[in-house]
């Protein structure tokens, strides 16, 4: 179990909680190193178990018997020689392509070579190298490398990219980049080749999954002890073809010591999670969610966030919206509960008559709920604006959780005292001797705000910067940027995209692996907001809603997937799938 992953000051995941973790280059190097030097297991063990997990899984997929390995002269090329030694030893013609382009090779893939030529496994070498031996001094010539791997390439069935592994920080060039480009062309040319990366592909960043400089594309990655980060991420993603995680005997006190920032729950930790629903329960028992959502023009966002609701499980629902919208959200979520404005009684908000009448209506039912969810179709008026203001001033004022989305985060982005006013809250703390009031902190976060990358570089973009900059800004720092947002405006972030992720404002991040394509169509996030605010409404933590929620969205989206397709699903098919994930 490795719960304890974090350092005390910065744990943030229940203990009983056994998630799973995704590690950059260098705490795979720290845990590598750790179990290596300080706990004693050897190397070649270490290698000897990964090449096992290598050849079991590309034995399983591949339909031919005869392999390539393409190895350097690195850790990642040694474990790629093991595998073709156990591939050989179990019937498979298993040879090694040895590009010898480094001017220093580690000793673990020079014992591994030499093994593996003991055991019978032919190793061609680089005919461009001058020197073709496992050496420590190399020298390269790339004339006739490209033809002369490929015409090899064409006689396998599979290739084994053992290149580069989780420490390249630099652009692949010379003679590896040649090989890299080979190996990709000889794929395009013949899709039938299977290629399988160790590790990672070569080329991926480990810690964003951008291309550096070239990049093997696989369609299967066996990676080691943990998913690398950069294989969920960018290029890495689609670089990385599927994607299987091996235990390969790394200690759980090596990765406990190791503070690995970023990880992902599964269907048990999920599980653990969610409210406890007692037999002799009523429905004001599973919480009562207030939805402030729609306009006079837009009806459909409140319908999608509704139903999402009561699928996750909210006793109660109560839809705040326009009075246009009363017969068709009535019709369509016979379930919930209405209040109905008339636009003008928003518009008069900034006269001296009419005010209280109006507050008095928005402050009941933000006082009759459990939590309150703002923002699906709710427009960017001055109207919209005023109403945001209302419902957060009441949910401060009676301590209500609230989730904030779409068109409350737009307004916010254009008025960020919204969330510095009601969402950072203050309070002064004594001294140890109780005699005196000595410094400031900030209260647990009530507050979860759901941007897109879009909102999120509205939210965050700098006087005179343009929405694209902010947005290249997200991108190459995704964590750290929610991470700012989180402390700034004292909130939990939940950064959505094809990978979601959600920051309390401490070092770790929880990453959300589930979900496909499909879901990127109006009304998967309406649905997300539902889907929080249910459980918000339900009694979860801010935190655990979110990371829970964003966790039930993707895995309702991947069962509406599987029954209705990725092309043709829509927000409603994800909803109706809610229940099968809840269940």
């Known amino acids: 179990m490795l719960a304890g992953v974090l350092s005390a000051s910065i744990i943030v995941i229940p203990e009983e909680i056994d998630m799973m973790f995704y590690t950059t280059g260098a705490e795979s190097a720290a845990i590598d190193k750790k179990t290596i030097e300080e706990i004693g297991i050897p190397q070649m063990v270490l290698m000897e178990r990964a090449a096992l997990a290598l050849a079991e899984e ?89 033809a002369e791997l490929s ?21 692949v060039q010379g003679v590896q980049a040649e090989v890299i480009e080979v190996i990709n062309a000889s794929k395009a040319a013949r899709p039938e080749l299977t290629v399988i990366a160790c590790d990672i592909p070569s080329g991926i960043s480990t810690e964003s999954g951008k291309v550096l400089g070239t990049a093997v594309k696989a369609d ?18 689609e670089f990385s073809g599927r994607i299987i995680t091996r235990d390969i005997g790394f200690p759980a006190i090596a990765s406990e010591e190791v503070q690995v920032r970023h990880y992902g729950f599964d269907i048990s930790d999920v599980r653990r999670l969610l409210p406890i629903r007692h037999a002799d329960a009523n429905k004001g028992s599973f919480g009562k969610l207030l939805l402030v959502a729609g306009n006079s023009e837009i009806s459909g966002a409140a319908v999608i ?34 209040t109905c404005y008339e636009m003008s009684g928003i518009d008069g908000l900034g006269n001296t008559e009419g005010n209280s009448e109006f507050y008095d209506m928005v402050s009941n039912a933000v006082k009759w709920s459990t939590a309150v969810a703002i923002g699906p179709g709710l427009g960017t008026d001055e109207s919209a604006v005023r ?43 004594k001294d140890t001797d109780g005699s005196s009031e000595s410094e400031w902190r900030l209260k647990e976060a009530r507050m979860i705000i759901t941007p897109h990358m879009l909102e999120m570089a509205r939210l965050i973009r700098e006087d005179g910067e343009e929405v694209k900059a902010a947005l290249g800004r997200i991108a190459d720092n995704r964590f750290e940027v929610a991470k700012s947002v989180s402390n700034e405006y004292n909130v939990i972030s939940v950064l959505k995209d094809a990978r979601t992720v959600v920051s309390d404002g401490s070092d770790s991040f929880y990453i959300n692996t589930n979900g496909n394509s499909g ?6 996030g309406d649905s997300l907001t539902g889907i929080i605010g249910s459980l918000l409404a339900q009694g979860m933590k801010p935190y655990d809603a979110a990371r829970v929620g964003v966790f039930i969205h993707g895995a309702a989206g991947d069962k509406a997937a599987e029954r209705c397709g990725q092309i043709g699903m829509t927000a409603t098919d994800l909803n109706d799938s809610i229940t099968d994930i809840m269940n």
């Not at 593996?116 to 461009?128: F, H, P, Q």
């Not at 109660?316 to 246009?324: C, S």
Request: charged share 25%; aromatic share 8%; proline share 1%.
């Open 58 to 146: 590309t034995a399983r997929l591949i339909k031919g018997k005869k392999i390539l390995a393409v190895c350097e002269g690195g850790n990642n090329g040694g474990d790629g020689v093991c595998c073709a030694r156990i591939l050989h030893e179990w019937g498979y013609q298993a040879d090694v392509f040895y590009i010898g382009g480094l001017r220093k090779t580690s000793e673990a893939f020079r014992n591994q070579c030499e093994i593996a030529e003991k055991c019978g496994v032919k190793i061609l070498y680089n005919s461009s190298v001058k020197d073709n031996s496992a050496d420590d001094n190399k020298t390269e010539s790339e004339d006739n490398l490209y």
């Open 387 to 429: 109403l945001l203001e209302m419902v957060l001033d009441a949910a401060h004022w009676y301590y209500k959780p609230v989730v904030i989305d779409a068109d409350a985060i737009n307004i916010i982005s254009a008025e960020r005292e919204l969330l510095k006013k009601y969402l950072i809250e203050k309070e002064k703390s």
């Open 220 to 237: 299967l990655t066996v990676t080691f002890g943990f998913t690398k980060l950069g294989m969920l991420f960018g290029d890495g993603r």
């Open 151 to 171: 015409e090899i390439i064409d006689d396998y069935d599979a290739v084994i990219d053992a290149v580069f592994g989780v420490g390249l920080s630099r652009n």
């Open 305 to 338: 966030a509704g139903q999402a609701a009561f699928r996750a499980g909210a006793g109660l629902v109560k839809i705040f919206t326009d009075r246009a919208n009363r017969d068709i959200i009535g019709a369509a979520v016979p379930e919930a509960l209405l």
């Open 519 to 524: 879901m990127a169509k109006g009304g998967s």
